[in-house]
């Protein structure tokens, strides 16, 4: 079993930067592949960036040039940095883990198989 924990949201002013970490407990083959998602009520479950093991990453187009993800496998951690930030990025943002032998970055929310309890990001005008 794998444990995510995501810590880091809160309330920005437009333009402002957040940096969302996300803590994952358990093996490391586990978190082969990290993802960021975002979910809006009413909206389905938005994928937002990805990484893999060796740091091959992919974001969607709405953030690029905006947010980028990293992360240092010796904490079994991954981070969003978030600059820029617009009122249409305001969003329960989860962490999702894909696990070995899965390599490939996927954008699909239903091919991650853990998932942290999500922190809110409150974007103002």
């Known amino acids: 079993q794998v444990q995510l924990v995501e810590s880091g949201g809160g309330l920005v002013q437009a333009g402002g930067s957040l940096r969302l970490s996300c803590a994952a407990s358990?093996?490391?083959?586990?978190?082969?592949?990290m993802g960021w998602f975002r979910q809006t009520p009413g909206k389905e479950r938005e994928f937002v960036a990805a990484?893999?093991?060796?740091?091959?990453?992919t974001s969607a187009d709405p953030v690029k040039g905006r947010f980028t993800i990293f992360r240092d496998n010796a904490k079994n951690t991954v981070y969003l940095q978030m600059n820029s930030l617009k009122p249409e990025d305001t969003a329960v943002y989860y962490c999702?883990?894909?696990?070995?032998?899965?390599?490939?970055?996927?954008?699909?929310?239903?091919?991650?198989?853990?998932w942290g309890q999500g922190t809110q990001v409150t974007v103002s005008s």
């Open positions: 999702a883990a894909r696990p070995a032998p899965r390599y490939i970055i996927s954008t699909f929310s239903r091919d991650y198989d853990y």
């Open positions: 358990g093996r490391t083959f586990s978190t082969n592949v």
């Open positions: 990484i893999t093991w060796s740091g091959g990453s």
